[in-house]
């Protein structure tokens, strides 16, 4: 008996009584089912718990942190510029690029515009005008990032460079939208949609790429899957979301469906889940173990030799081929009259 059916036949007052005293439940922001507890996030110092919908399985935090002290991390404290951060998000444009090409939208005669939402480093939006053949504008809350794109680009850059998607609320100009890897970051989708629906012409589309958290590698490894990463992610979308719920603001599915990620993506989670086991089974002592054990060392030696390199990289590779559903989600969202 659940707690509806149980508080049913109390009385008003009784019933208000209860829940000022019991913490709310959390129900899915995208279908409103329950859900159970996976683990703990983190923003900071803060504690918060992610939770996975039992119908839909997409993950979302319980009650969220406040969005003043999310935006001042991503604005100040996220990207870093490290060389192998630059070098990966250069060869993810490409990829990203081939999975949301065949899902543009084209204005016809008319001047296409396309807008990135959370560019980061700016490397996808300088392959749009060539090999999309449109104009682009950037949202990137980022300062870091922004100095970063205006610094490689100075005045030459042609399109807005903005904070935030708030700053082009309600223009309806765009007829594609892209976000690559945001809404993990996010705590509610909603407002986001919201946002995005706003800025896109009527039959525009907006596409995103974001961990799967219907992957079969999620599901089976939680809170050690590489994506989980409790500190950075708050929301993960899933193929079984309804259409019903993009159709409140206005969207329509043409497309959401598992993607293989970027070969690249790999070494950082082979990283995590070697740093991992060294950290936590500590010396292991029967014999499946020692020989486990040898072959982890054998394996992170080359690999932090090589900085993150490729050495693991076909392990990687075999292992994840033989997972569905796949690591990643693509969804495409086309605007609609209500
Ligand atoms: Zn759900």
């Given amino acids: 008996m659940g707690w509806r059916e149980k508080t049913a036949g109390l009385d008003a007052e009784v019933r208000d009584k209860m829940s000022s005293t019991e913490s709310p439940a959390w129900l899915c922001e995208f279908c409103n089912s329950s859900g159970v507890r996976l683990y703990d996030l983190s923003l900071g110092q803060r504690r918060g718990d992610m939770y996975r919908c039992e119908k839909c399985l997409s993950c979302q935090i319980k009650t969220p942190f406040a969005a003043a002290d999310l935006e001042e991390f991503y604005r100040t404290s996220y990207f870093s510029e490290q060389p192998w951060e630059l070098h990966k998000a250069r060869v993810l444009a490409f990829d990203y690029l081939e999975k949301v090409r065949p899902h543009v939208v084209r204005a016809g005669a008319r001047n296409s515009l396309a807008l990135e939402i959370g560019a980061g480093y700016g490397f996808f939006a300088d392959l749009v005008p060539s090999k999309l053949g449109m104009r682009l504008d950037v949202v990137e809350p980022s300062q870091s990032c922004r100095d970063f794109i205006l610094r490689r ?117 082979v990283h995590a889940k070697l740093h991992r086991i060294r950290l936590h089974r500590g010396e292991p002592s029967s014999q499946v173990g020692k020989l486990a054990s040898k072959m982890m060392t054998a394996a992170a030696t080359p690999f932090a030799q090589n900085r993150e390199g490729f050495s693991l990289l076909p392990i990687e590779r075999t292992l994840a081929a033989g997972r569905s559903p796949k690591d990643e989600l693509l969804l495409v969202l086309e605007k609609v009259a209500r």
């Fill in 153 to 269: 680009h100075g005045s030459g850059r042609e399109g807005k460079l903005v904070e935030s998607l708030a700053e082009l609320r309600g223009c309806e100009t765009y007829d594609n939208a892209f976000a690559f890897h945001v809404t993990e970051h996010l705590q509610r989708l909603g407002p986001f949609l919201a946002d995005a629906s706003a800025v896109l012409r009527m039959g525009g589309r907006i596409s995103i790429l974001t961990p799967n958290a219907s992957s079969k590698s999620f599901i089976n490894s939680g809170e050690r899957w590489g994506w989980a990463c409790p500190n950075q992610h708050y929301e993960f979308l899933s193929t079984k979301i309804p259409p019903e719920y993009f159709a409140k603001f206005g969207l329509r599915v043409v497309e959401c469906k598992d993607v293989a990620p970027a070969s690249i993506h790999y070494p950082s989670m």
